[in-house]
């Protein structure tokens, strides 16, 4: 996320949460050392869910954090889909493949002499929900019917 002058991040988690009347705390983890350490202190907040964002040294650890979502019944939402098909109970966020599209399209575009200044910045169109059924039953959640019926994508 963008961060501030005093290295806050500012993005639109941050925005949303008091509107949703909701109260975060965060665990950064900078490298592969500090995953332990941040396990036991969010664990010591008793939070109620957790949101793992895109992160690649969080992706690198896929497993690992699925593991201690899935052993302490927390429930977790990821901002990819994959995390869903890796046994993370449910993702929302872009959906990839049409942003690989339309980078292509733009590398396209300036290769055929359009000056990269001139184009348009687009924002993603797409998002994908994944929702892991037998992921919600081992922690005890049933998923309303009307979340299953938008989802993506359902996991059994």
Do not use: C
């Not at 109620?48 to 497993?63: E, F």
């Not at 292509?104 to 924002?123: F, M, N, S």
């Not at 037998?134 to 299953?148: N, V, Y």
């Amino acid at each position: 996320m963008p961060r501030n002058e005093s290295g806050e991040s500012t993005g639109a988690i941050i925005v949303a949460v008091p509107a949703l009347g909701l109260q975060l705390t965060s665990a950064p983890i900078r490298n592969a050392d500090e995953f332990e350490g941040a396990f036991v202190a969010v664990m010591q907040r008793r939070p109620n869910a957790a949101l793992v964002t895109g992160d690649p040294l969080l992706r690198r650890h896929q497993s690992r954090i699925i593991d201690f979502a899935a052993k302490n019944r927390l429930p977790a939402m990821y901002q990819e889909k994959e995390w869903v098909a890796a046994g993370g109970l449910l993702s929302y966020g872009p959906n990839f493949p049409d942003l690989f599209r339309q980078g292509a399209l733009y590398v396209h575009r300036i290769l055929q002499g359009a000056k990269p200044a001139d184009l348009p910045i687009e924002q993603p169109t797409h998002f994908d929900l994944a929702i892991n059924v037998k992921t919600a039953r081992a922690l005890g959640l049933e998923i309303p019917p009307a979340l299953l019926t938008r989802a993506d994508e359902v996991i059994e």
